[in-house]
């Protein structure tokens, strides 16, 4: 072990340890299921904001959109304004309704709007799905940083992420976990901020060079390249990023934590500030990137944040700087994960180990830390044969499962009183098997250009509006079963709660 | 594990929605489902989705019509604006206070809605501090 990996030993421990310390701490105020669950529904708009900051930027947003745009240029600068305004699109659509139909996770949603089975059952699967696809390339990525920062082999980031995500959430639940993702996006806010103003100062130093004179022009053009497909690219892009997000099962989650829904949606704009705040700095680094890093644009990237503070500064600042990135990172992984984990295994701790198995049945709180604990593993050794799938590229994918799937649900559940449980069905299946098979082939292809590998590797365009269309037509062919208690179920959707109303 | 703090007692009131007593009008007819009571309903609704619709209508005139824009001038990939390119200006930095005016315009006309809705059926909302 050599001087240059104690800043990033030093700043994965120091995560580690303070994310086991703040989850320990919530121990202490944490007792019943609903303190579990939901965190017995008490968390206020800044506290609640900064904690789905913190669990939404994950790994693809601190390393990953640095790398893309060093690489691609402002093509790829949809992504963080996707992730940006996907939380506007969320706040006019769903934010309020979601939090006052007062269920506790989607398919909760799902059953209580729909009055059907079947129709939890679904969403049950897609949420865990959806998860553990969002889980793996958290843990890929822990893998990817520990080799490049401390030469670690890759699946000790997998297994070190794998572990804390266990011990921090299984005790404390959702109350514990609030503060931890809070203090997380303080951290992954500080990380990317104070070695900005030290990199900048050494830029301008420098004479201040200009960027843009060593890249292309397509460099400087939001678009992706290839004419009309390029443009198809981009919008779809853009429909996957701007609904997925109300459909993230570890997103909407946080939204059951509200007092109400006057909150949800206050909570909503705070996280909307926030993102903003954050998505102004990975421009910078990438900028930076082009003068200060040439040789990382082919092939490492993804590594550009963690390794510009050392290109351009060097000595104990460059070394502290190293390590303040690598705590943002590793911090990432940690935040994103243990949300995911909440979510999956709030769903298995209802839907499968808290039902009764034989004449066993175990309580709340211990089929929570069974869940949580199958949660954690299953996509853990899903990660450890495939080290080298691009991050981004599964991320995205999640995106446009859930834009295809759970935001129709959501859309028309919320404000269209006509929808049936088969239309629901219909819809989630003909997203979810649409989406999911484009980019199970682009996955397994190799990448080709053209018409076909743009249509399958972006499938939102096309596979949300048939969704959406399969849930009316099949709603209003089955127009008969339109549950009993639709007319009752608006009223409690959009009703401000203090309004005397039978809910 | 002797010095446990003592469990958790979970203290209830009485419900609050019986407390006020008499309820109005209006709230009687949405709960009993009459042709008035849907009129309230689908007047709240139909202002709520406007609403929604009218915030997404200047996300997609505004953000949306960008990349059609760029695919249409790609002379605008070369326009700078002081030492920035147009795009990097635009999409890395502008577009966030955007959102933010956005979403503080729709809670401002939402809860407006939430208000005259209450005042409709006769219910008095409470001024929360901000």
């Known amino acids: 072990m050599n001087a240059d990996v104690v800043p990033g030993v030093v700043a994965v421990i120091l995560v580690s340890v303070a994310t086991l310390a703040i989850g320990t701490w919530g121990l202490r105020i944490s007792r019943t299921t609903s303190d579990f669950l939901v965190a017995s529904r008490t968390v206020r708009p800044r506290l609640n904001a900064s904690a789905i900051g913190g669990e939404y930027l994950s790994a693809a947003s601190f390393l990953g959109v640095a790398g893309l745009l060093l690489t691609f240029g402002a093509e790829m600068l949809w992504y963080p304004v996707g992730w940006t305004a996907g939380y506007l699109v969320l706040l006019v659509l769903v934010a309020a309704p979601l939090r006052r139909s007062g269920a506790y996770t989607l398919p909760d949603f799902a059953e209580a709007r729909l009055g059907s089975r079947g129709v939890r059952k679904l969403c049950s699967v897609l949420v865990v799905g959806i998860g553990w696809l969002y889980l793996l390339p958290q843990f890929q990525g822990a893998g990817v940083t520990l080799r490049s920062t401390i030469g670690a082999p890759p699946w000790a980031g997998s297994l070190v992420v794998a572990l804390v995500v266990?011990?921090?959430?299984?005790?404390g639940g959702m109350r514990s976990i609030t503060f931890v993702q809070a203090f997380q996006f303080w951290l992954k806010l500080t990380a990317l901020l104070v070695p900005v103003?030290?990199?900048?100062?050494?830029?301008?130093?420098?004479?201040?060079?200009?960027?843009?004179?060593?890249?292309?022009?397509?460099?400087?053009?939001?678009?992706a390249s290839g004419g009309g497909v390029g443009l198809y690219t981009t919008y779809s892009l853009i429909v996957a990023t701007f609904l997925g997000t109300m459909g993230l099962p570890h997103v909407v989650v946080r939204f059951y934590t509200n007092p109400d829904g006057r909150a949800a949606r206050r909570t909503t704009l705070a996280v909307l500030v926030l993102l903003g705040v954050f998505y102004v700095l990975p421009p910078l680094y990438a900028a930076l990137g082009r003068i200060y890093a040439p040789d990382l644009i082919d092939g490492r990237s993804d590594v550009l944040v963690l390794e510009l503070p050392s290109l351009m500064v060097g000595g104990l600042l460059g070394a502290v700087l190293t390590g303040l990135v690598t705590a943002g990172a590793f911090a990432a992984f940690l935040?994103?994960?243990?949300?995911?984990?909440?979510?999956?295994?709030?769903?298995?701790?209802?839907?499968?180990t808290g039902r009764r198995w034989g004449s066993y049945r175990l309580g709340g709180?211990?089929?929570?830390?069974?869940?949580?604990?199958?949660?954690?593993?299953?996509?853990?050794?899903?990660?450890?044969?495939?080290?080298?799938?691009?991050?981004?590229?599964?991320?995205?994918?999640?995106?446009?499962?859930?834009a295809s799937t759970f935001a129709p649900l959501l859309m028309l559940g919320i404000w269209w009183r006509g929808l049936t449980p088969a239309g629901a069905v219909a819809g989630l299946l003909v997203g979810g098997l649409g989406s999911g098979a484009a980019v199970a082939w682009t996955l397994a292809t190799s990448s080709s250009s053209g018409w076909a590998a743009a249509l399958l590797g972006?499938?939102?365009?096309?596979?949300?509006?048939?969704?959406?269309?399969?849930?009316?037509?099949?709603?209003?062919?089955?127009?008969?079963?339109v549950p009993a208690h639709a007319g009752r179920f608006m009223v409690r959707l959009h009703t401000p709660e203090a309004v005397d109303l039978q809910r | 594990m002797s010095d446990q703090p003592p469990p958790r007692v979970r203290v209830t009131g009485p419900p609050r929605r019986r407390a006020s007593g008499v309820r109005s009008a209006g709230t009687r007819e949405i709960d009993a489902e009459t042709a008035l009571g849907e009129v309230f309903m689908r007047s709240l609704l139909r202002e709520q989705l406007l609403l929604a619709l009218r915030v997404l209508a200047a996300l997609a005139l505004t953000l949306g019509l960008l990349p059609l824009a760029f695919h249409l001038f790609p002379a605008l990939g070369d326009v700078r604006v002081g030492p920035f390119p147009l795009a990097w200006l635009l999409l890395g930095a502008l577009t966030y206070p955007w959102l933010v005016l956005l979403g503080w315009l729709y809670i401002r006309r939402s809860e407006a809605n939430e208000r005259d809705f209450a005042d409709l059926v006769g219910s008095v909302l409470p001024e929360e501090p901000r």
């Open chain 1, 166 to 171: 266990l011990a921090s959430v299984s005790p």
């Open chain 1, 197 to 223: 103003f030290v990199l900048l100062a050494v830029w301008a130093a420098d004479g201040a060079p200009d960027p843009t004179t060593t890249a292309a022009s397509s460099w400087s053009t939001p678009l």
């Open chain 1, 335 to 352: 935040s994103t994960s243990s949300g995911l984990t909440i979510a999956v295994a709030g769903v298995l701790s209802q839907d499968v």
């Open chain 1, 365 to 402: 709180v211990a089929s929570f830390r069974v869940a949580a604990a199958i949660a954690v593993v299953v996509p853990l050794l899903m990660s450890l044969p495939a080290q080298d799938v691009a991050v981004a590229r599964t991320v995205g994918l999640a995106f446009a499962v859930t």
């Open chain 1, 458 to 481: 972006q499938p939102a365009a096309w596979s949300v509006p048939a969704s959406l269309a399969t849930m009316v037509v099949v709603s209003k062919l089955t127009a008969a079963s």
